[in-house]
């Protein structure tokens, strides 16, 4: 896969403008976005031995937490990274828990400032 770089500077503007603008009225897109990144990560881990602790990893070394814990029903994040919003981390959370149970579910937040989600398997 084929990777841009930006430097940090550039980003933290960027990031900042994103979340400025849509934060507020765009939940449901940057729900979106996050699946899409889920989504690909899944796919660079597919077959891995602990496929949790691997995506742990993942999201560490691209910068969206600090530390995550996934129990089967339960995500916690220990200090989400700088500018990033739950509702991307919920949807990167919503497509991994889809992957690996290959069912649908709903990602809730129940601690402020998206520290903790809930993950509600969905009737089909």
């Known amino acids: 896969m084929r990777y841009v770089k930006i430097s940090e500077a550039e980003m933290k503007k960027t990031r900042n403008v994103y979340d400025e603008v849509l ?12 699946h899409i990144i889920g989504k690909e990560i899944v796919k660079e881990i597919k077959g891995e031995k ?10 560490k070394d691209r910068g969206w937490v600090k530390d995550i814990a996934f129990e089967k029903k339960k995500v916690s994040i220990v200090k989400p990274a700088e ?15 889809e992957a690996y149970y ?17 993950i ?4 089909e």
């Open 50 to 59: 602990d496929f949790f602790k691997k995506v742990s990893e993942t999201l």
């Open 120 to 123: 509600e398997f969905l009737e």
């Open 83 to 97: 500018g990033n919003k739950c509702d991307r981390l919920k949807g990167i959370i919503s497509a991994v828990y």
């Open 23 to 34: 934060s507020a009225t765009a939940s449901t897109l940057l729900f979106s976005v996050g």
């Open 102 to 118: 290959n069912h649908p579910v709903y990602c809730v937040r129940i601690k402020k400032g998206g520290t903790a989600f809930r």
